[in-house]
């Protein structure tokens, strides 16, 4: 009878319900409904703890920048991109300066001592907006806080406080759906960036030019990074000379990469898959010279604390959830399915 009531219910989800819940999402199910309230909040607990984490590093970025804070406010003329150029003319280059560190570093302390405060959050995100449009103003897009910023802003729309203790299942749910939302936005953010070197690679492919495809192809890259920097790294000289070791690498390097937004519907694989990007950027900051703290910072934060993620997977599981190997599971076990009921269903021999 529950199970009769549990398929019409399904039935009449939206298509792109069905869809995602058929094809991408995959997790344990709760046995009970005392089992599905009791991990919703045990995942509400933990997410109120990220995004006081979350706010609490944002004054470590802001007070990173106080370094560079004189030699801005020291410049004859600055042109800010569009979201602060609009006003910064009405100032000096000094005020203007002094405006937008001072609201950075001020809003950044504020929000991380009243996280629960709308307004708080507002005005972080806003004076990060007007922080990253002045120091991308010099000819130079640093990406760095792209990721910090749009997860600011997904922030925005949690509840309003208290947080802690709350017992209302639909306010609990909707934080939560709030924290999904800032893994799909970074998790695209990578998948947007592996599937252009990917299609790069395919057209590189196509006109028999040197691309990702090719198997001296990460060798190439890091040897020209290092000539063009001029910088010394802990394995640059090693993958430079290394020609099969870094093809696999890179190979993986670009399914992690392309496939990332597949794991924001597997819950199973998200601390796994946030280790795989951390050893990522830490592999380039050991082979190339750089790396991005901030996009760490946001992996370890969504993915490999997520409070989406069970606390004990299997091998198994894992493996089946992975990107393109679990689409190709389940197109077995349907071929294997429709084998056996054709045989179930064939006139028997004579």
Known sequence: ??????????????????????????????????????????????????????????????????????????????????????????????????????????????VALVPEQRLARIAYSFALLQYMAFVNGFDKINANLHGWFFVSVFLIFLPRGPWPGQRRVATRQYFLTVIWATQVTVLLFYSLTGIWKIHDGFFDLI?????????????????????????????????????????????????????SLIIAFRPRLQRLWGIGLILFHVGTQLVMG???????????????????????VRFKDAFFDLPWVHLISRRIAVLRRRSTQARAFAPASE
């Open 207 to 259: 006109h028999g030019k040197t691309g990702v495809f090719s198997f001296n192809a990460f060798s190439y890259i890091v040897a020209s990074s290092l000539f063009r920097t001029n910088i010394d790294t802990v394995l640059g000289h090693y993958f430079a000379k290394t020609v099969f070791v870094g093809w696999v690498l890179f190979i993986g390097t670009m399914y992690l990469e392309s496939s």
């Open 1 to 110: 009878m529950a199970q009769d009531a549990t398929s019409r219910s399904r039935a009449t989800e939206p298509v792109l319900t069905r869809f995602l819940e058929r094809r991408l999402w995959s997790t344990d199910s709760q046995s009970t409904l005392h089992d599905s309230v009791a991990f919703q909040r045990r995942s509400y607990e933990r997410a109120t703890t990220i995004v006081r984490v979350f706010y609490g590093l944002s004054i470590l970025w802001a007070v990173q920048t106080i370094a560079a804070w004189p030699a801005y406010a020291r410049l004859q003329q600055a042109h800010p991109l569009w979201p602060a150029h609009w006003w910064f003319d009405w100032f000096s280059v000094r005020n203007g300066v002094n405006l937008i560190f001072w609201a950075y570093l001020g809003t950044s302390i504020v």
């Open 290 to 312: 750089f790396t991005f703290p901030q996009n760490i910072a946001l992996v370890g934060l969504l993915l490999v604390a997520s409070p989406f993620a069970p606390d004990r």
